[in-house]
């Protein structure tokens, strides 16, 4: 079935610092890919997603890129902020409707000032 | 974006009562809703999938008759835990599509406490 691995961390970041987290995954066919943010006491909230292979997903200085060849997406930013301390899910879905999401285990950063 | 809303967003209640959470799309209408359970520093766990008017399905090794899912309209779903027991206490979390995407939208969370 298909699978999703990601560093499960914590990464702990001074502010400005580079962040790279990275998520691959096992599919059959060609799934979207999804990243997730979840900060303290909150629900997932959708932070970008890429439906097809070398699509970039970009939002709020987070970017991913689609790598079918290395099976990959992994989520960079340029200068973390504290507000960016949270969980981060990557994710897959191989249903055009929204079903069968497989998550990642998650991984905590911590940025600090 | 697409925006689900949760309600509550905490409650505690005794050993053997029962708790509804609703699950409501606010901006979308949501063909099918999920739900999800979220132990501490742990992914999510599907635990249904319900289509509106339809059962829910559930995962494997989630009680359905504890667990009654009803998505009665395109806006809400709801959950209630029946005869909560303190193993229950847990983050729940719903998410809905719309049909026309492949992106699920997730609500805000509901942590329950069973004394």
């Known amino acids: 079935g298909n699978s999703v691995t990601q560093m499960e961390g914590p990464v702990t970041l001074s502010e400005e610092a580079f962040l790279t987290i990275n998520c691959t995954y096992t599919?059959?066919?060609?799934?979207?890919l999804f990243w997730y943010v979840q900060y303290p006491g909150e629900g997932l909230q959708l932070l970008l997603k890429?439906?097809?292979?070398?699509d970039k997903g970009s939002n709020k200085g987070f970017e991913a890129t689609y790598r079918k060849e290395t099976t990959s997406f992994h989520l960079e930013k340029g200068s973390v902020q504290v507000s960016d301390s949270a969980v981060y899910f990557c994710?897959?879905?191989?249903?055009?409707?929204?079903?069968?999401?497989?998550f990642g285990p998650g991984t905590r950063l911590s940025v600090l000032p | 974006g697409a925006v689900v809303s949760q309600h509550p967003s905490w409650v505690i209640c005794k050993s053997g009562t029962s708790v509804k959470i609703e699950c409501r799309s606010l901006?979308?209408?949501?063909?099918?809703m999920f739900w999800y359970r979220q132990f501490p520093k742990q992914s999510l766990m599907l635990m249904a999938t319900?289509?509106?008017?339809?059962?829910?399905?559930?995962e494997q090794g989630v009680e359905k008759d504890k667990f009654l899912i009803n998505h009665a309209s395109l806006t809400l779903s709801t959950l209630t835990v029946t005869s909560a027991h303190p193993e229950d206490s847990s983050f729940y979390i719903c998410?809905?599509?719309?049909?026309?995407?492949?992106?699920?939208?997730f609500g805000p969370g509901t942590r329950l406490t069973v004394l």
């Open positions: 994710a897959l879905t191989d249903g055009n409707y929204g079903q069968n999401f497989v």
């Open positions: 599919a059959t066919g060609y799934p979207s």
């Open positions: 319900s289509n509106e008017g339809s059962k829910a399905t559930y």
């Open positions: 890429a439906t097809k292979a070398d």
């Open positions: 998410s809905g599509t719309s049909g026309n995407t492949d992106t699920q939208y």
């Open positions: 901006d979308f209408q949501a063909t099918t």
